[in-house]
């Protein structure tokens, strides 16, 4: 039996306000080929499968035609979707009737019974294999909020949150185990953080806001022959455990992505075990350019723009750029001289990075009452000093005055 792990696939995301459909079409486009040529049974998508919970028309069409393309092309191919983080249970799920006749099922909710018990049989998931029998089940549990899981029996010392998610994960395991026959494989699903996980800067939201979050690996029972798992944008396995991996998104959703090989995982189960896991790289659409790869004084930036020699491409392939500058002081004009350095250069400028360079100096948190004691201008001082380690110049202080005077 053969099975595909995708996830984080945040369609409708933009970058900087660029707009990404390009890049998710051409991603779609290559795992539908992709599920063709290995030939795959089980599609797992482990959730963030929109990047808001409110996608566009555009997003929504771009999944249900790939659901339908997928269909036709491979009439016999299962496909569980679980919602993560950033999706809207109630949205993902709401066409789950009518895709079920699909091969597709969408897991967003969890649902209890009029006594408050978890349905646990709708997230037990019995997978089919080339045959046509029943060789895996598969654990396919949604984004957990806190209201989610179960409830830890009175007088547990454990944290209420990871404990309730290990115990529902307990639960489920449970069940399958009663389910299934002699040589049937377990899979687990979850859209989680676990401990060791390496996170992507700027563009991973945490799981549970002002709460501890990160799950251990020792939620999954050894007899899982496999976990598949979203939310941390990185491939990665984790602790080591070549059986608990995350697959990572399948298009870099920050500039700090740029240099991530891109993948999804192709898992071979034979029997009860897990044969094998191999990585198949996502090519890139679209380039993302960091120029320079370190921050650099603006004359040495601008330089290096005026250099670039990039091939001409259609608007939606031309490359996304960030452009980190170090600065010493202000630059009012840094864009335009950016943009200038650009011009006729066939790139779309997202971000302007900007840093320090001068170690900036600390100051003190203030409470709310404390700052309402300071005056505009020693606010300014104030954050001059803390970015770029001196004292404001005069004439900006004379400038930020002017602004101040009565009917300015």
């Not at 999706?87 to 009737?97: F, H, I, T």
Request: charged residues 20%.
């Amino acid at each position: 039996m053969r099975l595909l792990h995708t996830s984080d696939w945040h369609l409708g995301q933009t970058l900087h306000n660029y707009e990404r459909g390009y890049e998710h079409q051409h991603f779609l486009d290559w795992l539908l080929a992709t599920l063709a040529a290995e030939r795959i049974d089980v599609l797992l998508v482990a959730g963030d499968v929109f990047d808001n919970a409110n996608p566009s028309a555009a997003s929504q069409k771009q999944l249900y035609v790939f659901l339908q393309q997928a269909r036709v092309r491979l009439p016999a191919l299962q496909m569980i979707v679980i919602a993560g983080n950033h999706d809207s249970a109630g949205r993902l799920e709401a066409p789950a009737p009518l895709l079920a006749d699909y091969g597709t099922r969408m897991l967003g909710h969890i649902v209890r019974d009029e006594k408050g018990q978890i349905d646990l049989e709708r997230l037990l998931l019995p997978l089919t294999g080339p045959t046509g029998q029943v060789e895996a089940w598969c654990l396919a549990v949604p984004f957990l909020r806190p209201g989610d899981v179960p409830k830890l029996p009175a007088g547990s010392t454990q944290d209420a949150y990871l404990g309730g998610i290990a115990l529902l994960y307990r639960q489920l395991t449970d069940l399958a185990q009663a389910r299934r026959q002699v040589g049937q494989a377990i899979i687990a699903m979850g859209h989680c953080h676990m401990v060791g996980g390496e996170m992507s800067n700027d563009s991973e939201r945490r799981i549970v806001i002002g709460g501890t979050e990160m799950l251990p690996s020792g939620i999954f029972d050894p007899v899982i022959a496999y976990a598949a798992l979203g939310h941390l944008h990185l491939a990665q396995a984790v602790g080591g455990q070549p059986h608990i991996r995350y697959c990572g998104s399948p298009i870099p959703l920050s500039f700090a992505e740029v240099h991530y090989q891109h993948q999804v995982l192709c898992l071979d189960i034979d029997g009860e075990q897990l044969q094998q896991v191999r990585s198949i790289a996502i090519p890139r659409a679209v380039p993302l350019l960091r120029v320079p790869e370190k921050p650099a004084p603006v004359a040495q930036v601008l330089e290096q723009l005026a250099a670039l020699d990039i091939a001409d491409a259609p608007i939606d392939a031309q490359p996304f750029l960030e452009v980190r500058v170090r600065l010493d002081a202000p630059e009012p004009g840094l864009r335009t001289r950016i943009e200038a350095a650009l011009d006729g250069k066939p790139v779309r400028l997202a971000k302007i990075d900007t840093s320090s360079a001068a170690r900036s100096t600390q100051i003190e948190a203030m409470t709310l009452d404390q700052l309402a004691q300071l005056q505009p201008d020693e606010i300014f001082r104030r954050l001059y000093q803390q970015k770029f380690g001196k004292e404001a110049p005069p004439e900006q202080l004379s400038a930020l005055a002017e602004l101040l005077l009565p009917g300015a």
